[in-house]
């Protein structure tokens, strides 16, 4: 049986005053889960630490709360699987088919830095599994390097949230660093859609990037038409 592994973030704030929070962005999981769970795909939701996933709350606006996540959002049952997550250190990369990292600005943290983590993508990537992420999420990759030392995303098309759009979203002067600047130095040959907050999603063999959460489903979508293909 088929299975997917799904990486959330435990961070919760923009600075260490804890005065302006962050988190997960929902869509960038609840998309995910729609089409895998249609699909009869089993999944596991897990984070770097395991325990409560904060929901980044501008993720549950009006204009940002599309329909099928607010029915997921209104799910006691399905909101009750971001109370208490496995830690990574739970996960064994043999159970899996796919690796996805759903996005929120709580990602560009703890999906960093993280040994465990870029272990985790390196064994799935290297033994053929696929490897996915969407927006912030894409964070996870920029320092996995492979077994022969060269960074995973060197010559691998790909996207992730533009710098740009980070002033869109008003927290320019709030992020620790230029996500999209670190793709690139990272050998990653970065695209993005003509206008700021278009959906974008790039394919390049075993990885699947989303540029923001207008790409969540698309790059769910692709992720899960090369699991049902392999």
């Known amino acids: 049986m088929k299975k997917a592994l799904i990486v959330v973030t435990n961070h919760s704030y923009f600075n260490d005053a804890d005065t302006e929070p962050t988190g997960l962005w929902l ?3 609840t998309h ?9 795909i089993a999944m596991d939701i897990v984070s770097p630490k395991g325990g409560k996933v904060p929901i ?3 993720s549950l606006g ?3 709360l599309d329909k099928a996540t607010k029915k997921r959002y209104q799910d006691a049952n399905f909101m009750a699987l971001l109370d208490n997550t496995k830690p990574l ?3 064994d990369h043999n ?11 709580g990602a560009m943290w703890d999906f960093v ?7 985790l993508t390196r064994e799935m990537y290297e033994t053929n599994k696929i490897v996915a992420a969407v927006c912030h999420g894409v964070a996870a990759l920029q320092n996995v390097q492979l077994s022969n030392g060269e960074y995973l995303l060197k010559g691998k098309k790909g996207t992730g949230f533009p710098y740009f759009d980070e002033a869109i979203a008003g927290v320019k002067k709030s992020v620790p660093y230029n996500l999209e600047k670190n793709l690139k130095n990272r050998g990653m040959s970065y695209s993005k859609a003509f206008l700021p907050l278009m959906g974008h999603t ?4 075993l990885l699947v990037t989303g540029q923001n959460p207008n790409s969540a489903l698309d790059t769910a979508k692709a992720a899960l038409s090369l699991v049902q293909h392999q």
Do not use: C, I, K, W
């Not at 159970?95 to 759903?102: K, M, Q």
């Not at 830095?113 to 272990?119: F, I, K, W």
């Not at 790039?202 to 063999?205: A, M």
């Open 95 to 105: 159970d899996y088919e796919l690796l996805y990292f759903a996005g929120g600005h």
């Open 202 to 205: 790039v394919v390049d063999g």
């Open 113 to 119: 830095g993280n040994e465990l983590l870029d272990t």
């Open 89 to 91: 250190s739970e996960v």
């Open 56 to 58: 980044d709350s501008r």
């Open 27 to 29: 869509s960038e999981l």
């Open 32 to 40: 995910f889960y729609d089409q895998f769970e249609q699909a009869g």
């Open 62 to 64: 009006f204009f940002m």
